[in-house]
């Protein structure tokens, strides 16, 4: 799975032709990682929402659109190893808006 995160800041920046340019290349990447079986699924997240913590005692607003650690959507690929889903990764679009992108394996919860 990619989480991805930041970014946001550039992209406040760019005028509305370069924010839809830059949606081009990710709709690109995307759909070149559907045409080689890679992609499964994946979404953009919405930046509302709420955060629980405390034994979900404690509710509050969040996550906060000015955090960098916000994940601001996800993709599930299918990769033979780590390896490979680095090697995939390399290309995504949000590297250039300095945003980060974190790999992480889905485990199985067999029961």
């Known amino acids: 799975m990619y989480l991805f995160r930041g970014g ?3 992209r406040l920046e760019q005028s509305p032709e370069e924010m839809q340019a830059h949606m081009q290349k990710w709709g690109a990447w995307m759909q ?9 699924d994946g979404l953009p997240l919405g930046q509302g929402g709420k955060v ?4 979900a005692e404690t509710i509050t607003d969040g996550p906060f659109a000015e955090g960098v650690e916000v994940v601001g959507g ?9 390896e490979g889903a680095v090697e995939i990764s390399k290309s995504c ?11 992480r394996e889905i485990m199985s919860m067999d029961m």
């Open 8 to 10: 946001d800041a550039r």
């Open 74 to 82: 996800y993709l599930i690929v299918q990769a033979k190893d780590m």
């Open 93 to 103: 679009p949000i590297f250039e808006h300095e945003g980060t992108l974190e790999i």
């Open 32 to 40: 070149d990682l559907a045409q080689a079986g890679t992609l499964v």
């Open 52 to 55: 629980l913590s405390n034994h």
